[in-house]
């Protein structure tokens, strides 16, 4: 059975030289991905890829740190469009390893933000975009990016919503600081939650009722925090004493679950066969899509993609329904065109 990685990262070397002339020496989560082998070296990265045998394929894109956050508007446009030429060329050169790359969008970027969204779809062919759940700390819903998600809208191609959040955001009030990386731990999944809530209470999807969102780590917190998400939600408005919130599901042409089920979600929960199983018990079989976050794991790849693959296979599951998570709805929700034979390099 053919398995599409959908959400696996890479620093192509252009990319990597440009990224190290800016920053100079990386920190923290930068600098765990340039420790990474697989990251920057692409023979260490099809070395790993064979481990899994002749169908299995990944879709690149851009490890952290996010764009906006490390550079200026122009600067963070130009990181992008080095990277996006990079996994292009990746792509065309093995197609049978690679069927697909995700561009980066520079939000912050709004004078040259559409140009580049289009010339990275249309012209260089990538499957969607990705983003972080806020843009240098402001929220996803604000008007200033309004446009690109109406392009998205457009085009039919998924967003990739990527957790965003650094040691800086304290735990507690009195710290200024995160400790024990729980900014990572608990504050991604936190993170990829508010960003989806931001976009469903905003109205986001009454808009642009096109808009395919794909969330890291299996949809955050969300399929974990039904009750509270649904049916606490709908009290929205009654713990809140300084502001009038009573308008804002009236306001939503849905229930506002049925919005958040219309999230997708891929399997990158770093073996939890729970988190999977809750994922596809909430946003439904056909809107799982198989990821393993390579290569973001102790053994620099290979673990997340087997232990991954393992759990998936351990599911009581129809093989139907295995495919769809593997390849099927990758195929159909990226619009996928799949070499038929395996190349030999």
């Known amino acids: 059975m053919l398995k599409i990685d959908v959400f696996t990262h890479i620093w192509p070397v ?12 990386t920190t923290d989560i930068t600098k765990r991905s340039e420790d990474v082998p697989m990251m920057t070296d692409l023979d260490r990265r099809f070395e790993v890829m064979d481990m899994f045998g002749p169908y299995y394929r990944q879709i690149l894109s851009l490890a952290s740190p ?7 508007p122009d600067e963070a ?3 992008a469009r080095i990277g996006s030429d990079a996994m292009a060329a990746l792509v065309a050169d093995h197609p049978h390893r690679f069927p697909g790359f995700i561009g980066t969008a520079v939000l912050s970027n709004g004078a040259a933000l ?31 990016f309004d446009a690109f998600f109406a392009y998205m809208n457009e085009t039919g191609k998924p967003v990739w919503l990527h957790p965003a959040r650094g040691a800086a955001m304290s735990d507690y009030a009195s710290e200024t600081r995160s400790e024990y990386e729980i900014w990572w731990t608990f504050g991604w999944p936190c993170e990829t939650s508010a960003a989806m809530a931001r976009m469903v209470f905003s109205g986001l999807f009454d808009r642009y009722a096109n808009l395919r969102i794909i969330t890291h780590h299996a949809g955050g917190m969300i399929p974990f925090f039904e009750g509270r998400v649904g049916a606490g939600w709908n009290q929205m408005g009654a713990r809140t004493s300084d ?7 009236r306001s939503l042409k849905r229930p506002h679950l049925e919005y ?3 999230f997708y979600a891929d399997t990158a929960t770093f073996g939890s066969r729970r988190a999977i199983e809750h994922a596809m018990e909430f946003f439904g079989e056909d809107k ?11 053994e620099g790849g290979p673990m997340y993609i087997r232990e991954t693959i393992a759990q998936i296979d351990a599911l009581d599951l129809p093989e139907a329904t295995r495919a769809r998570i593997y390849q099927d709805n990758a195929v159909r929700l990226l619009g996928l ?4 034979k395996k190349e030999t390099t």
């Open 14 to 25: 252009e990319f990597h030289r440009a990224l190290d002339a800016l920053v100079g020496a």
């Open 77 to 79: 446009l130009r990181l």
């Open 260 to 262: 958040f089920k219309g």
């Open 288 to 298: 799982v899509l198989f990821a393993s976050d390579a290569p973001f794991d102790p």
């Open 337 to 340: 065109d799949l070499p038929e």
């Open 243 to 249: 502001r009038d919130l009573s308008q804002v599901l």
């Open 114 to 144: 559409l140009e580049e969204t289009r010339r990275t779809i249309e012209d260089l062919g990538a499957v969607g975009m990705q983003i972080y759940t806020n843009v240098a700390g402001k929220p996803l819903d604000l008007p200033e």
């Open 66 to 72: 996010p764009l906006e956050r490390i550079a200026g």
